[in-house]
């Protein structure tokens, strides 16, 4: 170091001192603002980017509500398009439940006069019967009473008494 200290020149020293100076306004001039303004564009876009990411945040929170929104009056929908049908089906079930009640009556009601016919019918038959076969067993007897005199004048008696009492 002490040889540094005993080579030195003021020229050199000045002209080392100016180039310097000359080379830092060049720096300045040419090079420093450029960086600087890149630097500051920088900036600038990553600002604009973190506001740009800030939008796109808000708009898809808006967009999650809506989303939301929509599915809440989709499901709003859907329910009610769910009660809806169960009402239609459970009137249907209950119309086609009338309808059929209505017809059973019905065939009850035909059943019941058709049984009601029949059984008028019946005892008309057995009424005719039982009329046919009493005039047949009574003019049976009639005949073998009769048959003998003293046997139709008991018989006559006989009424004649039950007829007076």
């Given amino acids: 170091m002490l ?6 020149s003021p020229g050199l020293f000045f002209m080392q001192a100016l180039i310097l100076i000359i080379l830092i306004v060049l720096m300045r001039k040419f090079a420093w603002k450029p960086i600087l303004n890149a630097l ?35 499901r709003a929908q859907r329910d009610e398009m769910l009660k809806d049908a169960r009402e239609i089906k459970e ?7 009338g309808q059929a009640q209505e017809k059973a009556d019905k065939i009850i009601a035909q059943a019941q006069e058709a049984i009601e ?30 048959s003998h005199k ?16």
Wanted: zero cysteines.
């Fill in 117 to 146: 016919a029949e059984k008028k019918a019946a005892l008309a038959d057995i009424k005719s019967q039982v009329a046919n076969l009493s005039v047949d067993i009574a003019e049976k007897v009639t005949r073998k009473e009769l």
């Fill in 3 to 8: 040889d540094l200290i005993n080579d030195f």
């Fill in 40 to 74: 500051s564009e920088r900036e600038e876009g990553i600002a604009e980017a973190l506001a740009a990411a800030e939008n796109a945040k808000i708009e898809m929170a808006n967009l999650e509500a809506s989303n939301q929104a929509a599915a809440q009056e989709a």
């Fill in 91 to 97: 009137k249907m079930i209950a119309d086609a439940a």
């Fill in 150 to 165: 003293d046997a139709q004048h008991a018989l006559i008696e006989q009424l004649l008494a039950e007829a007076n009492i």
